[in-house]
């Protein structure tokens, strides 16, 4: 399948964080395979941060394509730029902020646990 366009969503706030993220979804939940219920490029400007939370029966996947920012895992705070991937296991906390002066850039996957 190949879809024409992305579908692209802006989010305030998203998850409690700072600003408004970009959500560039390559596709709606009907066409993504099974297992995958999230799947997006998201594009952070400078300051703009997504709040700590916590993925149940799923797992999420990001990869820094630009920019740089720090990624909260588990408390842990570690810095990310490009190249960067980031894994957040089932039952695990995790944020993102865009801690640079361009836009981070990052894609992300969410894959559930159900059978």
Not at 38 to 52: C, H, K, L, N, Q
Request: some cysteine; hydrophobic content about 35%; glycine content about 12%.
């Amino acid at each position: 399948m190949v879809l024409s366009e992305y579908i692209v969503e802006k989010r305030d706030n998203m998850r409690g964080g700072d600003g408004q993220v970009t959500i560039e979804n390559w596709a709606d939940g009907a066409t993504l395979p099974p297992h995958v219920r999230f799947s997006a490029t998201m594009i952070f400007p400078p300051g703009v941060s997504i709040g700590e939370h916590v993925h149940e029966g799923e797992a999420e996947i990001f990869h820094v394509v630009s920019g740089v920012g720090e990624y909260n895992d588990n408390g842990n705070i570690v810095p990310i730029k490009k190249g960067n991937v980031m894994v957040n296991y089932d039952g695990q906390k995790h944020c993102i902020r865009n801690t640079g002066s361009e836009d981070l850039v990052i894609t992300a996957l969410i894959v559930t646990n159900e059978a």
